[in-house]
């Protein structure tokens, strides 16, 4: 295709991409940079119901002076980066030379809240996204070789758990572990434990969530996989089975290898959604065991009254990068791929 | 507190001659927009407020439990989207920081005559809003429950305790239960029990957090304490939670909010053996202190300063309507209004009993926010055990130093 086409062809979506994900990026790296301005205050007598005590309130009228000024609030460069709520560098470095051994170093590291957040993240993206791909392809292997009559129901059913919506799905699920739910209960009776509580442990929650996200995300690479599967070369699985390869070795030698590059292209995609996890920390009410990048983003959006931008902003940068760093090796793999093929 | 319920007489008089001189409410034109949470005191107030409604007086009302989520952006535009914001005492905060709403005196001077002294939230001098009703978390128990097992209402953590133990003794598997959801609840929690034992939040006149003392750790470690009581599910109670358990009648002791009792006692409770015998007492008492662990909150209504003089003078008179003492009519039950002629129902014994027990204020300052936030985060671990109470307020405190210091509280 010549230049010209395809600049005429990709134009309107890079302008929509320029427009509501470069700029939006560009400017919250902006404002990761700043924090509010010092706040003026003023103590005053404050009187309501309950009696009249003195208490300190922000000086409206000056602050809305300094804000007409410098809009963005204090240039603050990289501290927000660097503070207690994120990197943490100072404080790792005071670990490093006050901790006596490793597990200490370890477990004082993840009180910090960013670490923290960032090993549930990882964990689950590095353990959910291979049982999905794993999952998904079994899922495949299995309905193409059902009778054809039975295909678009189970079909159907498997879709299930992608089209319930992610906040939905995780409710449901959420009250079935209760210990009053089915699952709860259930497993209650079967280790005769009456204080087994999932919601209660954190490594319990943890698996909870990691099913869970298998779970949600199985249908997806099971059409993908099953998409592909339709399209299997035919004579090279009859060859195969003329050479007498069992019904195992030909899916070992021949299908796996064929479907190779869907795998790559679901890691891809689950390594970005898994990274940014989310919705079942809310729904399982799970936050007192697993918090998440995107969730210390949200907390520190939605949890005060006033928001506190800049932390949020450092968070979803930071996140990017950890984005990024992920994708790197399948993105260099695709790339090579690329170059071998032109 | 001047918590003052008059004979009501006056209100039967007020109500005798209500009626069609009323309806209208006397406003002559504008615009009325009201913001405010959603629950059904507020739905009350809402309501009556739009009978002011006519051809020339619009009156619109956005029910939200995420109310305070967009009040700021909502207020900040000019003109702003709502002329009346309803909120709380920590809610009000932003709205007075960013200074978005306006004194209410000049029109207090006109049409509230309505209004007791107490409604009044004057913050320098100014009258900022006016509250309407109030809430606070108090001690629920089970008549029936503590009568058959010969214990007395606890009074004190250590009654409560007491007599908590005694019912896991003689069979009730967890007899106690609480909002210990981390994040919000878990926060207010500590809160209230902080508050109970007189100690300060904050270094007088500064945003330096002072909560890393002995009162700190003997609340941490009441609270953990009550989660021997309570099921393991605790971390993930909240209001909604924690209603059906004690439906369901697994539950004896329970402290939780005043604004739920109506739902607990009335028609509606599944089981009317269970709310016949649920009653409410003052939030307990902590060690030697008489100040019952409860922070006491208003709730009320201010209105936004980027609208017409018209429109705020509008929604000022339509709102008067809505707290006017008629509005207790049938709705007597549905909170510990403030308005004068209120008489307490059964569901706000609670709260009442906090009042008389002068319970303390939820702190109205600005970067009481942050500390919620901050609490609310750490300190689960040191209740499931995997931190001690000195790490889980050092944990708070930094996690609120650096949140105020980005708000620019502290350097």
Redesign the interface.
């Known amino acids: 295709m010549p230049h010209k086409t395809f600049m005429a062809f990709i134009w309107p979506s890079l302008l929509a991409m320029v427009l509501f994900i470069a700029l939006p990026i560009i400017s919250v790296g902006y404002q990761s940079l700043y924090i509010e301005h010092e706040q003026i205050l003023i103590e005053s007598e404050t009187c309501g119901p309950f009696g009249c005590d003195t208490e300190v309130s922000v000086d409206a009228q000056a602050m809305a002076q300094l804000r007409e000024e410098q809009p963005a609030g204090r240039f603050n460069g990289v501290a927000t980066y660097t503070n207690v709520s994120h990197l943490a560098f100072d404080e790792i470095g005071e670990i490093f030379a006050t901790s006596e051994n490793f597990g200490e170093i370890r477990n004082r590291i993840m009180n910090l809240p960013f670490y923290k957040a960032l090993t549930f993240t990882l964990a689950y993206t590095f353990i959910v996204t291979p049982l999905v791909i794993l999952l998904g392809f079994i899922i495949a292997v299995v309905v193409n070789s059902i009778p054809k009559f039975l295909k678009g129901p189970v079909i159907f059913f498997s879709l299930l758990p992608m089209l319930v919506t992610p906040l939905v799905g995780s409710l449901v699920l959420y009250w079935m572990i209760d210990s009053r739910g089915i699952i709860g209960a259930g497993l209650q009776a079967l280790f005769g434990d009456p204080s087994l509580s999932l919601k209660a442990s954190p490594v319990l929650t943890w698996i909870t969530l990691f099913v869970y996200g298998v779970w949600h995300s199985a249908p997806f690479a099971f059409v993908v996989f099953y998409a592909g599967l339709q399209t299997v070369p035919q004579d090279t699985i009859e060859s195969a089975m003329v050479d007498g390869a069992s019904r195992w070795e030909r899916v070992r030698f021949v299908i796996v290898p064929y479907l190779m590059p869907l795998a790559t292209f679901i890691a891809l995609m689950q390594l970005m959604d898994n990274f940014r996890v989310f919705e079942p920390i809310i729904g399982f009410s799970a936050a007192a065991s697993a918090t998440s990048l995107s969730y210390l983003i949200y907390n520190d959006l939605r949890a005060s009254e006033s928001p506190l931008f800049g932390s949020a902003a450092a968070t979803s940068l930071l996140t990017i990068l950890g984005v990024i760093i992920l994708l790197l090796p399948v993105l260099r793999r695709n790339w090579r791929e690329f170059n071998r093929k032109t | 507190?001047?918590?003052r319920i008059k004979a009501s007489v006056a209100a039967a008089a007020l109500i005798a001659s209500a009626g069609g001189a009323w309806a209208d409410c006397g406003i002559e034109s504008g615009s009325v927009r009201i913001l405010s949470n959603d629950f059904p005191a507020l739905s009350a107030v809402n309501d009556r407020a739009a009978e002011c409604a006519t051809n020339s007086v619009e009156v619109t009302a956005n029910q939200t439990t995420e109310h305070?989520?967009i009040q700021?952006p909502a207020l900040s535009a000019d003109p702003a989207t709502y002329t009346v914001a309803v909120v709380a005492?920590?809610?009000i905060?932003?709205l007075?920081?960013?200074?978005l709403i306006r004194p209410l005196d000049v029109y207090i001077e006109k049409w509230g005559d309505q209004l007791l002294d107490?409604?009044?939230?004057?913050?320098?001098?100014k009258t900022m809003a006016i509250?309407f009703m109030?809430n606070a978390q108090h001690l629920y128990y089970r008549d029936d429950v503590l009568k058959e097992h010969g214990i007395e209402v606890p009074g004190t953590y250590d009654e409560l305790f007491a007599a908590a133990d005694k019912l896991q003794q003689e069979g009730w598997?967890y007899p106690l239960s609480s909002n210990f959801?981390?994040?919000?609840n878990l926060a207010a929690e500590f809160i209230n029990l902080y508050l109970g034992t007189g100690g300060q939040f904050f270094e007088p006149?500064s945003?330096e957090l002072a909560i890393d003392n002995e009162d700190g750790i003997t609340v941490l470690e009441t609270m953990k304490k009550m989660t021997e009581y309570m099921?393991?599910?605790?971390?993930?109670y909240d209001s909604n939670a924690q209603t059906p358990i004690w439906e369901a009648g697994e539950v004896a002791l329970s402290v939780a909010w005043g604004s739920r009792a109506a739902n607990y006692i009335g028609e509606e409770a599944p089981d009317q053996e269970i709310a016949a015998s649920t009653a409410f007492a003052a939030a307990p008492t902590l060690g030697d202190s008489t100040t019952p662990t409860a922070a006491?909150w208003?709730d009320g209504f201010t209105i936004a300063k980027n609208i017409s003089d018209e429109d705020a003078e509008a929604s000022f008179r339509a709102m008067m309507h809505g707290i006017a003492p008629e509005v207790l009519e049938g709705n007597m039950d549905k909170a510990v209004w403030?308005i004068e002629g209120f008489e307490p129902t059964r569901a706000a014994d609670g709260v009442i009993a906090n009042?008389q027990g002068k319970a303390?204020?939820y702190?109205?300052?600005?970067y009481m926010?942050?500390l919620?936030?901050a609490l609310?985060?750490n300190l689960?671990?040191f209740l499931?055990g995997?931190?001690s109470a000195e790490?889980a307020l050092a944990?708070v405190k930094?996690?609120y130093?650096?949140?105020a210091?980005?708000?620019?509280?502290l350097?």
């Open positions: 507190m001047n918590f305070r989520n700021v005492t920590s809610s905060v932003p007075l920081s960013d200074d107490s409604q009044k939230i004057v913050v320098g001098g509250a109030a598997e959801m981390p994040g919000w006149g945003a099921s393991p599910d605790y971390v993930t006491l208003w403030l009042l303390k204020p702190p109205m300052l600005p926010g942050l919620h936030v609310g985060d689960s671990e499931q995997s931190e790490q944990d930094a996690a130093t650096t949140a210091t980005e708000a620019g509280f350097n």
